[in-house]
């Protein structure tokens, strides 16, 4: 097992971090995806974001969130007035689930094992980064975040505790504002997820 240094470089030990996740065998996902996709972001942020798991785009290129789910979570980000630069942005679960279906990979959700399997890694995240706001995007996330299941309704009214004494806010995961057929509707909810993330800021500052 890992060990911290005492008055370590946190930089070393992230980076550390990041070489043991690169080879990951906790759960068989590692032999799904492409790599593994690790947080990125400064190591003192102001945010702490947590998806639910790499897509296709995001499994190619080993960064998290930087397809269409990635692409509406930047525009929401910028009209609530978060840089994400000074965000850390990570998932649940590092590696792409996926079914193929022709040339096309289609995304499958994690199961509870591969959650917990993985929520290992995002513990290590917060341990050495020790994040002042988390956010969870979605349930994965929370449950990854809580232990518990998490009803996004509900739970995104107020903040929670996490174990280590910081706050933890709950919202939507932005795939599923990309999935919301109805035009109005998804008006609706987008502007309501910008809304809990202009909450988020102001707590961050
Ligand atoms: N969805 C997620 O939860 N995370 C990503 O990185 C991309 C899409």
């Given amino acids: 097992e890992r060990q911290l ?10 980076e550390g971090l990041l070489a043991e996740a ?22 003192n942020p102001r945010i702490f974001f947590v998806g639910e798991q790499p897509g296709d785009q995001e499994d190619l290129a080993g960064r998290p969130f930087i397809g269409p789910a990635g692409q509406l979570f930047d525009a929401a980000l910028e009209k609530a007035g978060i840089d994400r630069t000074q965000t850390y942005v ?28 993985c929520r290992w890694w995002q513990e290590q995240e917060r341990a050495l980064i020790r994040p002042p706001l988390t956010v969870a995007l979605g349930a994965t996330a929370a449950r990854s975040l809580t232990g518990k299941t998490v009803t996004i309704s509900r739970a995104r ?4 505790t996490l174990a280590d004494g910081s706050e933890c806010w709950i919202t939507v995961h932005p795939s599923f504002l990309l999935r919301i057929p109805e035009e109005d509707r ?16 102001a707590r961050s500052e």
């Fill in 5 to 14: 240094e005492p008055g370590g470089n946190l930089r070393a030990s992230w």
């Fill in 22 to 43: 690169r080879q990951c065998t906790r759960c068989d996902l590692y032999k799904c995806g492409t790599q593994t996709v690790f947080g990125e972001g400064p190591l």
């Fill in 90 to 117: 990570t998932n649940a679960v590092k590696h792409f689930k996926f079914v193929a279906r022709g040339k096309k990979r289609i995304h499958s959700k994690p199961d509870a094992g591969e959650i917990e399997a």
């Fill in 157 to 160: 009214e107020a903040p929670l």
């Fill in 186 to 201: 998804r008006a609706e909810e987008r502007a309501r997820f910008v809304e809990d993330l202009r909450r988020i800021r």
